[in-house]
Structures are given as C-alpha cells and as structure tokens.
C-alpha cells in the first residue's frame, strides 16, 4: 500500500487530492511469534490545502472522493470532482484508475488482516485448551454438550 501511495505522488500531479496509507489503530496481534503490532494500513485519499478550500472543508480530510454519498460532505466533494473532471479530464482518469487500485487492495488487506486475528484467536484458544489447569473446565463442558445432546436438545457430535 505504501508503494501504491508512493507510485501516485510520482506519476500524478495532482493539486487536490493525495493518496496516503495510513496507520489505523486496532487491538494488538501478532504477526509472528516475536512480532506484534497494533495497527492496520490502509489506502485514503486526503485533501490537499487546494482541494480543501474547493470542498470547503479543511486539508488532509480524509475523502472518498468517487463516492456518490447525498450528505453534506458528500456534496462538497462532488463540487471538487466536478471541478477534476472539467479542468482535467486526464487527472480524473487517473484517479479512477488508483481508485480502483486503492479498493482493490483495502478489500484484500482487509481480510488478510480478520485471518490474522481469527487465527490470533486461535492461538489463544488453543493454548488455553491445552493448559492442564483448564482440564476440568473442558471436562464438564463436554459432560453439559453430552447431555444436551442426549435429550436431543442440541445435534453435535462429540
């Protein structure tokens, strides 16, 4: 994603909007056994000091300029993209073309990132399925789930 980010600020000359990869704070995981961290990338387009005062909103807005979104900032936005389109019909061509680029890789970050914390989960799970002192707990558990499906309450095999 920072390549991407990168990539724009090279080929584009773009006075109103930039593309940036961000760091989002998330609960902390590991991504490998002596590397956590607490945050995600992602892709946003930001507001320059010029496309602000064209939106009428303030630089570095975080923006998703090609929405079509009926709210208040969605109508100041639209003014700006109006404004791309008219003035530089090549730029907006662009735009698209990494807008598309900036979907693609949020959708698949995405879930990379919900399969490092299911797995995170796993992990943890596991460990505490595993620790002799949650024996008895798992124990009865398993003692409650027989019974339940022995009165047919429940369809699980055990």
């Known amino acids: ?8 600020s090279e080929t584009c000359s773009c006075p109103w909007v ?51 979104r009926d709210d208040e900032r969605g109508q100041q936005l639209k ?3 109006e404004l791309i389109e008219r003035e530089t019909p ?17 959708t698949e970050y995405f879930v990379y990132w919900r399969i490092i914390v299911a797995l995170n989960d796993i992990a943890e799970n596991a460990a505490w399925v ?10 009865q558990a398993r003692s409650k789930l027989q019974k339940l499906v022995e009165q047919h309450r429940i369809d699980l095999e055990i």
């Open 1 to 8: 994603m920072r390549a991407v980010a990168a990539d724009f």
């Open 90 to 106: 090549t730029l907006a061509q662009q735009l698209r073309v990494y807008d598309a680029i900036r979907q693609r890789f949020r």
């Open 18 to 68: 930039r593309l940036n990869a961000v760091k989002v704070p998330t609960a902390s995981y590991a991504i490998s056994s002596t590397e956590t961290l607490n945050y995600r990338i992602d892709l946003r387009w930001r507001l320059t000091a010029q496309g602000g005062d064209v939106a009428g909103l303030a630089e570095w807005t975080a923006c998703d300029l090609l929405a079509d």
């Open 130 to 139: 595993f620790n002799a002192e949650s024996e008895p707990v798992i124990s």
């Open 79 to 81: 003014i700006l993209w």
